[in-house]
């Protein structure tokens, strides 16, 4: 059949509107627009609330961000840049927590893919989509200059995790370095001082890696030897391969991920765990209580998803030039049978 003798496509239905949803639910377009923003400063009954809701479900309709922004002021977007690399599942869960957190106080958790912008690069996107909040995982280095225009903008507060802060910004402070710390002096309160610590071979986790091993390397009595491996069996089986001439006596991983990797080559090259080499990990996954013998590691308290979200929503209500530094992580050593 040709184009021209293609039947005409009927038109698409029309887009229903507020005033649709009013006339259905018989109440003023006011009302409908305090009951679809959830407002809490007009009062409104319950079954008035249901009508609306049912007519606007029946229509179809769906409040328009867009407008809803400018008669805000601001949008209701929480910008949340998805990370470069695998993070492991202590911190995945974290940020879902801390999304569906986000979503029960009315805001739209929007996850960027920002992977291969630069700092100034990312942020022009980012501020594109004129977000009311922004919460950097630190893969990308921000600059106050950076904090300045996403604040152009419309972001009313910027929010940076990781290891340090950025001016301009609320610091949420995770010390990684303290990890190391557990780890190492973990080893050597039970008499262990030649540790190798592995550090992965993969780009982008140096921002959690490389703190970890500066505290390592500050536990007095530890002489630590930098193991680069990276997460394949290739990888754990080479550096088992060769462990019996590096004089090692003991691993700290860079995770509990890398730990099993590394423990189950080394178990494979004949090497005892923990009698000739003790092995601890971090993260306190679930899988290393599983494993024989079980798996020591540093665990990690974190902040609840909810924690989080109300200082991120305060940061919005309450908007200030003077930025708050939070700290949201404690470690400790879980001590069990590989060391």
Known sequence: MSESSKPPQPPPPPVPTSADVARRAGVSRATVSYVLNNAEAVRISEPTRRRVREAAEELGYVPHAAARSLRAGH?????????????????????????????????????????????????????????????????????SHNVATLKRAGARAVITMGPVGVPGAHALVMDQQEVGVR????????????????????????????????????????????????????????????????????????????????MRALQDEGLRVPGEVAVIGADDLLVGRLLRPRLSTVRIEMPTGDHLASLVDHAVREPSEVTERHDLMAAEAVHREST
């Open 75 to 143: 949008t209701r977007i929480v910008l949340l840049p998805t990370p470069h690399v695998p993070i492991g599942p202590l911190y995945s869960t974290f940020l879902n927590e801390l999304q569906w957190a986000l979503r029960r106080l009315d805001y739209t958790v929007v996850q960027y893919g920002s992977l291969g912008l630069s700092g100034d690069e990312a942020v022009r996107a980012w501020a594109e989509l004129r977000p009311v909040a922004v919460i950097s995982l630190g893969e990308i280095t921000l600059t």
């Open 183 to 262: 780890a190492a002096a973990h080893l050597v309160e039970r008499g262990r001082r030649r540790i190798g610590v592995v550090v992965p071979r993969e780009q982008g986790l140096e921002l959690f890696s490389a703190p970890r091993l500066a505290g390592a390397r500050a536990v007095a009595g530890a002489e630590v030897e930098v193991l680069p491996m990276a997460y394949t069996e290739e990888s754990a089986a080479e550096l088992a391969a060769r462990w019996r001439g590096l004089g090692l006596d003991a691993v700290f991983a860079y995770n509990d991920e890398y730990a099993m990797l590394l």
